[in-house]
């Protein structure tokens, strides 16, 4: 086989990769009622303090997801977390009891790997971190048969 038809091959099959782990999104906030109990335009409290987590906090383009204490090696106790865990990488922000989030859009994401998962997307309305969008995905309950997402009570309930 020449050298132009080994770099042919390389191509192609790097091109095939890429395209097999591609990841699709699309916005599905019309069908909403229809995936979970979210309402859109909807504001919610939180219950229990929570982090946003960034894989780089410095990265400006990624939306921060809100996790458990406890999420990727932090402590699940609150004045440990804040002496210990605040200033690490993955840390952008503690919420607390009360702080609020205003629900704005549903996503459905794709992957061949994962397969689908629905993102929910908000805006933190009242706390520390007010004006951020947040994912509140990983603080709510998932059906990844069906393809829905219901809110966690523990965590996030209805403003009064």
């Known amino acids: 086989m020449n ?9 192609l099959l790097w091109l095939s990769a890429g395209l097999v782990g591609c990841i699709s999104s699309k916005d599905v906030t019309r069908q909403a009622t229809e995936r979970t109990d ?3 335009g909807g ?6 303090p929570v982090f946003l987590h960034k894989y780089d906090k410095a990265d400006l383009r990624e939306t921060p997801t809100l996790q458990k204490l406890g999420f990727s090696g932090t402590s699940t106790n609150l004045a440990d977390f804040q002496q210990r865990d605040r200033n690490r990488i993955q840390v952008a922000g503690l919420m607390m009891p009360g702080d609020r989030v205003k629900i704005e859009r549903l996503v459905e994401e794709r992957s061949p790997t994962v397969g ?3 993102h929910v997307y908000a805006i933190v309305v009242a706390g520390e971190s007010k004006d951020s969008i947040v994912d509140v995905t990983f603080v709510s309950k998932q059906d990844f048969h069906k393809s829905h997402i219901f809110r966690d009570s523990a965590y996030l309930a209805p403003a009064k």
């Open 38 to 40: 979210y309402v859109i």
């Open 43 to 48: 504001t919610y409290a939180l219950e229990k």
């Open 3 to 11: 050298k132009l038809g080994t770099f042919q091959n390389i191509l």
């Open 116 to 118: 689908k998962i629905l």
